[in-house]
């Protein structure tokens, strides 16, 4: 089974540009999150969609990040403009559909992440 | 503000020995608990998952859970220089309508030889 697709791998941008991340879950995983993990910590949530809509985004800042899910499967996440803040790694998951009946098993998989250095 | 706590470590343990980590959480609703391994570089991996109080094993490592002193562990068992990387316990409250996981920032872990 493919696991979860991410490019590009790396990413330099100049502060106040824009740049775009693609994701691809594994098929099949109606839910996709979006982390960003700078470094030295834990991932943090920035976006979950269920199937195209969006879930939870509480943790977004909306005026610079946007994401979609058009078709319920790949997803982009943009950021525009950039921050030197914003230098991180951005990590794609999908969670698994878990053991039938009992939603505490559902197990979630990362991709091998999109490293942004802003300068 | 749910919380998921690790200490940073780092953690030295002699290659063969047992290393013990540790994580608490705040929050009681807390159902589902995992433990990913990090590698310099890389992406989480998923290592483990509980979600009934006691043990789970799986190869050489264990994961414990005490919901009412609301605390899990991870053992790793004769531990190997590949065992050197960052554990992140993650936490997810089946109550919330996002039903979200929150991470912890991680245990630097070493082997040493």
């Known amino acids: 089974e493919a696991g979860v697709a991410q490019s590009p791998r790396y990413k330099i941008i100049e502060k106040r540009q824009s740049v775009a991340f693609w994701c691809n879950p594994i098929?099949?995983?109606?839910?996709l999150y979006w982390y960003q993990q700078i470094l030295g910590q834990g991932p943090k949530l920035l976006i979950q969609f269920q199937n195209n809509g969006v879930v939870d985004d509480s943790q977004l800042p909306k005026d610079r990040f946007s994401a979609e899910r058009l078709k319920g499967v790949d997803s982009t996440l943009k950021i525009q403009p950039a921050k030197l803040e914003d230098s991180a790694v951005y990590l794609c998951?999908?969670?698994?559909?878990?053991?039938?009946?009992?939603?505490?098993?559902?197990?979630?998989?990362f991709g091998p992440g999109t490293r942004l250095t802003v300068t | 503000q749910k919380e998921v706590e690790q200490n940073s470590g780092p953690l030295s343990v002699p290659e063969g020995a047992i290393a013990s980590l540790n994580c608490t959480y705040s929050d009681r609703g807390s159902q589902s608990f995992f433990w990913y391994r990090q590698y310099s570089g890389k992406s989480p991996e998923l290592i483990m998952s509980i979600y009934s109080n006691g043990d789970k094993e799986d190869g050489r490592f264990t994961a414990q859970l005490n919901k009412a002193s609301q605390y899990v562990s991870l053992l790793i068992r004769d531990s190997q220089p590949s065992d050197s990387a960052t554990y992140l316990c993650a936490v997810r409250d089946l109550y919330s309508s996002a039903s979200k996981i929150i991470f912890g920032s991680g245990t630097r872990l070493s082997i040493r030889p």
């Open positions: 998951a999908s969670r698994g559909p878990g053991l039938a009946g009992d939603t505490r098993t559902y197990e979630q998989y």
């Open positions: 098929s099949g995983h109606a839910t």
